[in-house]
């Protein structure tokens, strides 16, 4: 049982400021969450928006430095605010965004888009470069003609595979993903997480798959960590929480969420029937 | 009788390599009362079809149809007089942002009471009251402060109520609202869903449900349209199309949803028209 | 992947996308005049030895202050008429636009390049490196831009190169301000965040990643700026600071050209009328490019 990450304690600070003449406010977006990931295995964080889930994965990618507390990344703690990132252990976490439409620089080719973190990180040289690009963008199910388009060229879910090809090049242990599926259609949904299946199976990746949908994490969630206000309010395996979630915020969660049963839809709809027949008499 | 009916709606768009064809030859009716979800992924021309019936579409668009009749007034011979007495009064629309969709230099009250005086000729204080009357009926509280707010002062779902506030004033016969949730959280999502079916209950309006989100449909649709690439794949109330879709693109969207998985692969549309394309 | 794709190499790429901005670009009738006479003035400005009859260094002391061709007293030879000292007007103003064209290209790179990078340090960190730019910046365009210019120019003297150096120098801060507007918006911007992520170091992040997203603006400045350029210099030539005679910059041809205007319109007029159609359609074409550049007016 490795633990790929570890977070103890997190805690992020915003400042505020409110003009020139008062003092600045401190908002606290993320408070005290513990959290640990074994390898191969997903974890979901889900939140509504002013969770503080977003700030959490920036944390957890090794963006931001948290306010607060130890993260621990193959057992070696990391502290970017006081050291800068080795390349070594940039490579070990990478990130796929959200925005399948802002993620990719609108200028840069794809190819160009795959090679970046080879160039930077790596003393490969540029035929080699290139030859992983085109595997990779092979294995996120695109061609090689794909190669030397720029981004405009594609659909939200081909740019979501291409984010997801850049995120693979530097053979991470530890993809962080935040809500990459959410803009996408359903159908296109359901092939970008079969990708993700896939990959994971077969390079042994551990992910942080930070969502607002409980359908997608009940699908692909071997835990889960519920958001609220900054707070963990509840965390555990899959199976455990979505048969008996214990705190209240979660358990609103699963209310809210549209049922698409048979069933549930036959009882709303003789519900209806009846209300529209004691209107009219 | 039905309200709206709409036969063999097509639109075309101009763009620089070509013509582009949003709609092709939907046929679409909605009956007084009735909630229809007309469901689509992006480039389904679910919002272009709307669009084109409130007259919202922009120059390079071409809209031409067999038939597009509101209540007996025929919307493609209308002149624009009579046009602006139907859209804004008797048909309404929501959009997707809400923060977006209001100004965001002047407060909410302004907004409001700009449409309930010109559109529906009141005056400052009776607008100023029925302001109020209808930021309660949407569920804000607090209205009279409320009213003073600007936009960014408040939250999605606020903006969302008081686009809401502003679609019901006139008493519409028919809303047509245009992935009203989609920007929202699902909490949010779950209160003004809600509000919406309530208030359609309430003031016997015909909804027209603009969504690509198969929870929605299950929660608050009569009847079902969905489309694909512009075109009607399949028409059928909401409980036929859940238990026994007909069209493949429906079962493939069906079955594409998380929560209907078998095994641990999710199957795609792909699939579904494959399977279907072999005979 | 259901799909079809289209075998498509970089130069169809590259096709494409000039298609695109075409198709945008063309809709602003104005603007393609304008484009159409601007290049017409780049023929003229390049082949000027080859399509000007005559020198017009050349004095002819048979033919001063011949009318234009159409004129009583005219000679076709002299198509234009000729100035004070008999030399050919029109060769003078097709070697006019030379110069024209060299002030306006020279002066915008200048301009360009400094503001560029100027704007890039400014928004890219922010905090007290940015208020000290800026508010050299805005002292900078505290001046009247010619005063300014003047200045300088009184300063290192008269003549051509001094003359532009001392107009680049007051446009830079448009070109900061623009560039540091853009560079602030797009620093957000989640594929800036995706390069971090990648490992990116400032530099990268700045002229790599950033950069080439904030060109739009700065295409459009440029261009109205090289109209500015033209006419800046054609002042500075006019007051005597500028080109010096015998060069025949539009704005010198007419400061030598004052006391004709009664006597001989051609003299006076011409030059005038060189300047403001090349302005003129620098600012049709600029106006164009704006429309075609900026992807909020996308309408389809």
């Given at each position: ?6 977070g ?69 703690t ?38 970046e ?19 990779m ?40 993903l ?34 607002h ?69 | ?40 992924e ?18 390079t ?35 997707q ?28 204080k ?16 607090e209205p ?31 809303l ?57 794949m ?8 859940f ?11 069906l ?25 | ?10 130069a ?83 070697h ?170 051609w ?34």
């Open positions: 049982m490795t633990l790929v990450i570890e103890k304690a997190l805690t992020q600070d915003y400042h505020v400021s409110a003009g020139m003449f008062a003092a600045s406010k401190t908002v606290r977006a993320v408070r005290g969450v513990d959290f640990a990931v074994e390898r191969g295995k997903t974890l979901a964080i889900v939140g509504e928006s002013g969770s503080g889930k977003s700030t959490l994965a920036r944390i957890i990618a090794l963006i931001d430095a948290p306010s607060g507390g130890v993260l621990k990344v193959d057992g070696q990391v502290d970017i605010g006081r050291k800068r990132l080795t390349s070594d252990m940039r490579s070990k976490v990478q990130m796929v965004f959200q925005n399948p439409y802002g993620s990719l620089n609108p200028r840069q080719k794809v190819g160009d888009v795959l090679m973190p080879l160039l930077i990180n790596t003393p490969m040289p540029a035929d080699e470069r290139r030859d992983r690009a085109e595997a963008l092979a294995k996120v199910g695109l061609i090689p003609e794909h190669f030397n388009r720029y981004p405009h060229m594609f659909s939200g879910g081909q740019r979501q595979r291409i984010a997801i090809a850049r995120a693979l090049m530097l053979n991470p242990a530890l993809l962080v935040d809500e990459p599926v959410s803009a996408l259609d359903l159908s296109v949904q359901a092939q970008v997480l079969n990708l993700l299946a896939d990959l994971q199976d077969e390079f042994n990746l551990t992910y942080v798959f930070i969502s949908d409980l359908s997608v994490v009940r699908y692909i969630a071997d835990d889960v960590l519920v958001l609220s206000d900054g707070v963990a309010v509840e965390q555990g395996p899959r199976e455990a929480l979505f048969a008996k979630p214990q705190h209240a915020y979660t358990q609103q969660l699963f209310a809210a969420t549209p049922v698409t049963s048979v069933a549930a839809i036959k009882a709303r709809v003789e519900r209806r029937q009846l209300a529209r027949a004691a209107l009219s008499p | 009788m039905a309200l709206l009916t709409i036969k063999n709606l097509t639109v075309r768009f101009a763009t620089s390599t070509g013509a582009f064809t949003a709609v092709d030859g939907v046929d679409i009716s909605v009956s007084p009362r009735e909630v229809l979800a007309i469901v689509g992006s480039g389904s021309g679910k919002s272009v079809a709307m669009l084109a019936v409130m007259g919202l579409l922009p120059d668009a071409t809209v031409t149809a067999d038939e597009m009749i509101y209540d007996g007034h025929n919307l493609l011979t209308m002149s624009e007089a009579e046009r602006r007495k139907l859209i804004g009064r008797e048909i309404t629309m929501i959009f942002e809400p923060v977006a969709s209001l100004n965001p230099s002047f407060t909410v009250g302004f907004q409001i009471e700009e449409v309930l005086r010109f559109n529906l000729g009141m005056n400052r009776t607008a100023f009251a029925r302001a109020v009357e209808l930021f309660n009926a949407v569920g804000i509280s009279e402060t409320k009213l003073k707010a600007y936009p960014h002062q408040m939250s999605g779902g606020q903006c969302q109520r008081v686009m809401i506030a502003i679609a019901i004033a006139s008493n519409p016969r028919l047509i609202a245009d992935e009203p949730t989609t920007a929202l959280d699902v909490t949010i999502q779950r209160q003004i869903l809600d509000l919406l079916m309530d208030l359609q209950e309430k003031h016997g309006m015909a909804l027209i449900l603009i969504t690509h989100d198969m929870g929605v449909v299950a929660e608050t649709a009569d009847r079902v349209v969905v489309q694909y690439k512009g075109r009607k399949e028409e059928a109330d909401v409980l036929t199309l238990e026994n879709p007909q069209n493949s693109y429906t079962r493939a969207l079955s594409a949803l998380p929560e209907n998985a078998t095994g641990d692969r999710l199957p795609t549309v792909a699939d579904f028209m494959a399977a279907e394309a072999k005979p | 992947m259901s799909e079809t794709v289209v075998k498509l190499s970089d169809a790429i590259r096709r494409q996308i000039l298609a695109d901005f075409w198709f945008y670009f063309r809709q602003n009738r104005g603007a393609v005049v304008g484009m159409w006479v601007f290049l017409g003035l780049v023929v003229l400005a390049v082949f000027a030895q080859v399509i000007a009859p005559h020198d017009p260094t050349q004095q002819y002391r048979d033919a001063l202050l011949t009318p234009p061709f159409w004129q009583e007293g005219g000679r076709v030879e002299f198509l234009l008429g000729t100035d004070a000292v008999g030399r050919d007007m029109l060769s003078r103003l097709i006019g636009a030379q110069y024209s064209l060299f002030i306006g290209v020279v002066v915008v790179s200048i301009a360009l390049v400094g503001g560029i990078f100027v704007g890039l340090l400014a928004g890219f960190f922010g905090g007290w490196v940015d208020t000290v730019i800026m508010r050299i910046m805005d002292v900078i365009l505290a001046f009247p831009s010619l005063l300014l210019a003047l200045v300088l120019v009184a300063v290192l003297g008269p003549g051509l190169t001094n003359a532009m150096i001392a107009i680049a120098i007051v446009y830079q801060p448009h070109f900061a301000r623009l560039t540091r507007a853009a560079v602030m918006g797009e620093k957000e911007r989640e594929y800036v965040t995706a390069a971090r992520v990648a490992g990116a170091g400032t530099m990268r992040l700045m002229f790599k990643t950033i950069l080439p997203n904030c060109l739009a603006p700065l295409i459009v400045q440029a261009t109205l700026s090289f109209s500015s350029a033209v006419l800046d210099s054609a002042a500075l030539g006019f007051l005597g600071m500028g080109a010096q005679p015998p060069a025949s910059e539009w704005g010198t041809m007419l400061a030598e050209a004052r006391e004709f205007i009664l006597r001989a319109w003299v006076v007029t011409l030059p005038g009328l060189a300047i403001l159609i090349s302005v003129l359609a620098i600012n049709l074409m600029g106006d164009g490019l704006r429309d075609a550049l900026d992807p909020k007016l996308k309408r389809s």
